[in-house]
């Protein structure tokens, strides 16, 4: 009786140490993405109850390829959903199903799902959306010959039906002096000289045209008096825009600084310009951007896939 049972329990041993060995043999690696790698083991759970055939192995090693390649991307962009966050977007939903809080939760529990567990749903959702619009964004590449062609094409179109809408814009004629900060000149310096130029322009001592030659470090306007002639206030710099729009003309301005330096800058005409052809240019713009953000948004992850290393392991 004793024998037969230490026969029973060898055996038994026998069959577990060989299971273990069969399953350590099976084990092995089926891809890596960006070095991380996918075993086998992962695949089989994948399956689930699907049969096991060449077919559905390969669609189980791209759907954890793909969850891999989100999972990396949430990481790496450093998204972080605010519990706030997570709390508004459960009422919003609550509220568009016309429930209170209260039957979501109801409903939640009705499911076997605790509130934690879906928070935690929820907030994987947004960062994963997050991480959605960031690849839509970076897969859009719109070049400066595609709108210009686009544009060409809209507007030669539109004036063959005669249905072209001219766009008009103010355009300012400005003049400016540009004094750049360096090791010796300050910005306490530099706003100080200016204000003195100002000051000698107002006593008469100078005019604002030979002071931009004598001090401007805009060396194209300065040869001009400062005078960059008519643009439209978006060609400049927005600190440089915001004072010309509140100008008053010919009226020299306070010292202002830029990404540039240190200017001042008088308007010394207005006049209404033609816009026809910008319009069309931002309208081909937002066309060509739609439509790639349209095929991008399609299959979003192989925006992902493109920007990844992915290598397959061969079974031996």
């Known amino acids: 009786m004793k024998m037969t049972s230490a026969k029973s329990i060898l055996v038994a041993v026998i069959g577990a140490l060989f299971f273990a060995k069969s399953a350590i043999a099976e084990e092995r690696v ?112 719109v070049q400066p010959e595609q709108v210009q062609a686009q544009a060409k094409a809209m507007l030669e179109q539109d004036k063959a039906a005669g249905k072209v809408q001219q766009v008009s814009a103010p355009e300012y004629r400005i003049s400016h002096i540009l004094i750049k900060t360096n090791p010796v000149l300050n910005d306490v310096k530099a706003k100080t000289k200016l204000n003195q130029l100002v000051a000698d322009i107002k006593a008469g001592k100078t005019t604002f045209e030979e002071a931009a030659k004598a001090n401007s470090v805009d060396y194209v306007s300065a040869a001009d008096g400062g005078d960059l002639g008519f643009q439209f206030l978006d060609t400049f710099d927005p600190a440089f825009a915001n004072v010309a729009s509140r100008a008053k003309k010919d009226q020299i301005s306070a010292p202002f600084k830029s990404q540039f330096g240190w200017h001042i800058l008088k308007v010394t005409d207005t006049r209404q310009g033609d816009r026809t052809q910008d319009a069309y240019a931002q309208k081909a713009y937002q066309n060509l951007v739609n439509k790639q953000a349209e095929e991008a948004s399609k299959d979003w992850v192989k925006t992902l896939r493109k920007g990844a290393n992915i290598q397959y392991v061969d079974a031996k």
């Open 30 to 141: 089926v891809a890596t993405v960006d070095g991380n790698m996918i075993m086998e083991s992962q695949v089989v759970r994948a399956l689930g109850k699907n049969a096991n055939n060449a077919a559905n192995r390969k669609a189980a090693l791209e759907s954890i390829i793909d969850e891999t390649l989100v999972q990396q991307a949430v990481k790496k962009a450093g998204i972080i959903v605010d519990h706030r966050q997570v709390d508004r977007a459960i009422e919003d939903i609550a509220a568009r199903n016309g429930l209170t809080y209260g039957q979501l939760l109801d409903a939640l529990d009705y499911q076997g799902i605790s509130l934690n567990q879906y928070r935690q749903q929820i907030a994987q959702q947004m960062m994963m959306e997050a991480v959605r619009h960031q690849s839509i964004g970076q897969a859009i590449q």
